[in-house]
């Protein structure tokens, strides 16, 4: 049996429909809901849970900084952290609790299941600030709340978040329910989507992981912002908050003759980097999964990711801006095609499943073009890169320094015939 391998880059598609379906409670009614239970089985207990807790040890590393809000109280946060209540006629903002009061569209029995609850968390408490609503209309919120400077000793190329959460919001997908990094103390910063893409008048209790490296990577010293603006009933409960080292990429097959037994094989990444174009060499059809919020210009994307993708996909399509965002991005592909396979632009809804059956066949028609016109660059610079580093094997980094330092002091170190006469060891 033929394996077909498909590196699918930022979200595995399929699996966020089925997760969607699990999690989340949809309507098509764009006023609030009154929620029914996420689930009778209490979350300490529930194996769906305990099986997203021990993703991080799995899939990240050493965990450089966390917060369980255990220190908090009604009127002081945990050392560091602050809140900010941009609306000056109202008090509707983060605070801190330890139960969650609810209002005419919640109950409060959807308080967050988080192992530390008992001890603390921090909330947005939408409904119960517009309960009952007020005659002139309900309150949105516009409020955030910020952690210290989060220090790293030794900083990495990639870090996460991961937290619980429980969230439930309404009423509009314009709704901003974010965080953001940065670096310089919000004087710039980038943002991320903080809702799982759930619907709005959905609700997800579990843990959320946020890949912020395109912010903070190679950053010994940053912030965060839990960023709630718009919405106005429901809730949003913050716990257990980490910020954790990404993991190091190093996939690499070691022999051809691998067989796993199934039609496909997806190898999901989630990053943009040298590892991802790697597997791109290795896999018969490489997806890339765009959303709106990507930019609004095409050629800000990567030119490295955007040539090795054989799919384009434009998941969360039914946001603002998505149609204008993937006919930029077809118009883009259209100058830049010069091969016999045109790459399609696919637009999806992963809550939904919309478009996930035409980027199968998608799949389906390019694997059966059995013709990777690139395969064999990617692996030359693949192969490139193992010799490369099999021959620095040997070169110690300290005796470089010590030697460079020596020179330097005779005032006689020149770089290039250093290295010219370092080869010759």
Same mark, same amino acid.
């Given at each position: 049996?033929?394996?077909?391998?498909?590196?699918?880059?930022?979200?595995?598609?399929?699996?966020? /429909?089925?997760?969607?379906?699990?999690?989340?409670?949809?309507?098509?009614?764009?006023?609030?809901?009154?929620?029914?239970? @996420?689930?009778?089985?209490?979350?300490?207990?529930?194996?769906?849970?305990?099986?997203?807790?021990?993703?991080?040890?799995?899939?990240?590393?050493?965990?450089?900084?966390?917060?369980?809000?255990?220190?908090?109280?009604?009127?002081?946060?945990?050392?560091?952290?602050?809140?900010?209540?941009?609306?000056?006629?109202?008090?509707?903002?983060?605070?801190?609790?330890?139960?969650?009061?609810?209002?005419?569209?919640?109950?409060?029995?959807? +308080?967050?299941?988080?192992?530390?609850?008992?001890?603390?968390?921090?909330?947005?408490?939408?409904?119960?600030?517009?309960?009952?609503?007020?005659?002139?209309?309900?309150? #949105?919120?516009?409020?955030?709340?910020?952690?210290? !400077?989060?220090?790293?000793?030794?900083?990495?190329?990639?870090?996460?978040?991961?937290?619980?959460?429980? &969230?439930?919001?309404?009423?509009?997908?314009?709704?901003?329910?974010?965080?953001?990094?940065?670096?310089?103390?919000?004087?710039?910063?980038?943002?991320?989507?903080?809702?799982?893409?759930?619907?709005?008048?959905?609700?997800?209790?579990?843990?959320?992981? &946020?890949?912020?490296?395109?912010?903070?990577?190679?950053?010994?010293?940053?912030?965060?912002?839990?960023?709630?603006?718009?919405?106005?009933?429901?809730?949003?409960? &913050?716990?257990?908050?980490?910020?954790?080292?990404?993991?190091?990429?190093?996939?690499?097959?070691?022999?051809?003759?691998?067989?796993?037994?199934?039609?496909? #094989?997806? /190898?999901?990444? #989630?990053?943009?980097?040298?590892?991802? /174009?790697?597997?791109?060499?290795?896999?018969?059809?490489?997806?890339?999964?765009?959303?709106?919020?990507?930019?609004?210009?095409?050629?800000?994307?990567?030119?490295? &990711?955007?040539?090795?993708?054989? +799919?384009?996909?434009?998941?969360?399509?039914?946001?603002?801006?998505?149609?204008?965002?993937?006919?930029?991005?077809?118009?883009?592909?259209?100058?830049?095609?010069?091969?016999?396979?045109?790459?399609?632009?696919?637009? !999806? /809804?992963?809550?939904?499943?919309?478009?996930?059956?035409?980027?199968?066949?998608? +799949?389906?028609?390019?694997?059966?073009?059995?013709? *990777?016109?690139?395969?064999?660059?990617? @692996?030359?610079?693949?192969?490139?890169?193992?010799?490369? *580093?099999?021959?620095?094997? *040997?070169?110690?980094?300290?005796?470089?320094?010590?030697? #460079?330092?020596? @020179?330097?002091?005779?005032?006689?170190?020149?770089?290039? !015939?250093?290295?010219?006469?370092?080869?010759?060891?």
């Amino acid at each position: 049996m033929k394996n077909n391998y498909t590196l699918l880059t930022a979200l595995v598609l399929a699996s966020c /429909v089925t997760f969607a379906q699990n999690k989340a409670i949809n309507t098509k009614n764009s006023q609030p809901q009154v929620q029914s239970a @996420l689930s009778s089985t209490p979350k300490s207990v529930d194996p769906d849970y305990a099986k997203n807790l021990n993703r991080i040890s799995k899939a990240l590393e050493d965990t450089v900084y966390f917060e369980n809000f255990s220190s908090g109280t009604s009127i002081s946060l945990p050392t560091g952290w602050s809140v900010v209540n941009n609306n000056s006629l109202n008090n509707f903002q983060w605070v801190w609790n330890n139960v969650y009061q609810d209002g005419q569209f919640s109950n409060p029995t959807d +308080i967050i299941a988080s192992p530390s609850v008992a001890d603390g968390f921090m909330v947005l408490t939408a409904d119960n600030f517009n309960t009952p609503i007020p005659g002139t209309g309900p309150v #949105v919120m516009d409020t955030y709340f910020e952690s210290p !400077s989060i220090t790293v000793v030794n900083p990495r190329a990639s870090y996460w978040v991961a937290y619980h959460q429980a &969230i439930r919001y309404c009423c509009s997908g314009a709704n901003r329910l974010v965080i953001q990094a940065s670096t310089d103390n919000f004087a710039t910063f980038e943002e991320y989507d903080a809702t799982n893409g759930i619907a709005t008048n959905a609700a997800f209790d579990g843990i959320n992981y &946020i890949n912020i490296s395109t912010a903070v990577g190679d950053s010994g010293s940053f912030k965060i912002r839990f960023v709630s603006e718009g919405n106005t009933h429901y809730y949003w409960m &913050i716990d257990d908050f980490a910020v954790i080292e990404g993991a190091e990429n190093d996939l690499q097959l070691n022999s051809p003759y691998l067989e796993f037994n199934f039609d496909y #094989v997806f /190898v999901e990444t #989630v990053g943009v980097g040298q590892s991802e /174009v790697e597997i791109a060499g290795l896999a018969d059809t490489t997806v890339l999964v765009l959303v709106p919020e990507s930019g609004d210009e095409i050629q800000n994307i990567k030119s490295g &990711i955007m040539e090795i993708a054989d +799919i384009f996909v434009v998941n969360k399509a039914d946001r603002q801006g998505a149609d204008s965002f993937a006919n930029n991005l077809e118009s883009f592909l259209h100058t830049k095609a010069e091969s016999a396979w045109k790459p399609p632009v696919v637009r !999806s /809804v992963a809550t939904s499943g919309e478009g996930v059956e035409k980027l199968i066949a998608h +799949i389906d028609e390019h694997v059966k073009l059995d013709d *990777n016109e690139r395969k064999h660059i990617l @692996l030359a610079e693949k192969a490139y890169h193992l010799i490369q *580093n099999d021959r620095m094997a *040997n070169v110690d980094k300290s005796d470089l320094q010590r030697e #460079v330092a020596d @020179l330097l002091k005779n005032g006689n170190f020149n770089l290039y !015939s250093f290295v010219k006469d370092w080869a010759k060891k």
